[in-house]
């Protein structure tokens, strides 16, 4: 099957059945962007502040919610009152990887509250099947539309054994849950090619480890360029440091929000010819 990632963004959000992908591409198209700033910041007043100045040039915001040092309940109500301002989805980069039981009262209660306010959560299937069941249990028992998982397929880390057999059964598993699975977070479009995909199907790629000027850090990280990215069939490109640690932030989150647009946009044209 072709992929999907030749289609628009609106194409795709009039086809897809998930009101909470339809909202993202929706997102996306009005505001011209398919970036995800990965706010890895330390308190709350840092995280709101570069989520307002940032706000306008994004699709999604990702939090590590639990690096935030002074975290509250102004936390999750500045967020979401940022969210609707701005028009951008909140996604936690919380990579629940335990047994169902345990992954559900960490999504549903706790001190983080992550259902509460998170559109996105991700998820690992190292435990196996068990854990997408609870997390999409969760949801469906909730009623809250606007609430979907990504399954974290592949890892931008040096040496990831998130590879092979463990990416395959992760797309497996993913299609056994089509109420709350949106897509992958994975370094390219995974699915398209399988035997087993169906016409329809048109899982979100979320692609983190996205730098215009760096190939990596000393602590293993590897990235590609927002142009290679697409080319791969990322939908949506996650940075963080290359945007929020620049010189400017303003400056920097308006040239990934171009390189990302560009990139596009030259697939979806070459696509149609
Ligand atoms: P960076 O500053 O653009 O390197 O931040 C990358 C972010 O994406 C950071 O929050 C990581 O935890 C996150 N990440 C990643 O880098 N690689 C992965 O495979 C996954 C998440 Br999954």
Redo the contacts with the bound molecule.
């Keep these: 099957m072709a992929s999907r990632s030749s289609l628009s963004y609106a194409q795709r959000a009039e086809e897809h059945r998930s009101p909470l992908v339809k909202k993202l591409f929706a997102i996306a198209e009005r505001k011209k962007t398919n970036i995800v700033l ?1 706010a ?1 910041l330390t308190t709350t007043n840092e995280l709101l502040d570069i989520a307002d100045r940032l706000g306008p040039y994004i699709a999604v915001l ?1 939090t ?1 919610i639990d690096i935030v040092s002074d975290f509250g309940t102004s936390t999750i109500d500045g967020l979401t009152q940022l969210a609707q301002r701005h028009d951008f989805l909140l996604f936690e ?1 919380r ?1 629940f990887i335990d047994i169902g039981n345990t992954v559900q009262k960490q999504y549903k209660g706790g001190a983080l509250r992550i259902h509460d306010w998170a559109h996105i959560i ?1 998820a690992s299937i190292l435990a196996g099947e068990g854990i997408i069941q609870a997390l999409d249990q969760t949801i469906c028992d909730a009623g809250v539309s606007e609430r979907g998982i990504l399954i ?1 397929a ?4 040096k040496g ?1 054994l ?1 590879v092979g057999e463990y990416t395959r059964a992760s797309v497996e598993i993913a299609r056994k849950y089509p109420q709350s699975v949106l897509g992958f ?1 994975s ?1 390219k479009e995974l699915s398209s090619h399988s035997p087993a995909a169906s016409p329809n199907e048109d899982f979100v790629v979320f692609t ?4 215009l000027s760096s190939k990596g ?1 000393a602590l293993g ?1 590897q ?1 590609q360029t927002p142009t290679m990215a697409m080319a791969g069939g990322s939908d949506f490109l ?8 620049a010189a400017d932030p303003v400056t920097a989150v308006k040239e990934y929000q171009k390189a990302g647009w560009d990139a596009y946009q030259q697939r979806i044209r070459s696509s149609s010819k």
Excluded: F, P
């Excluded at 592949?154 to 880390?157: G, Q």
């Excluded at 983190?208 to 730098?211: L, P, Q, R, W």
């Excluded at 996650?238 to 640690?245: C, Q, S, T, V």
């Design positions: 990965s890895d990702k590590h980069d990579k991700n974290l592949e890892m931008t880390s990831s998130a977070v370094t983190t480890g996205v730098n850090d990280q990235y996650i940075a963080g440091r290359g945007i929020y640690a």
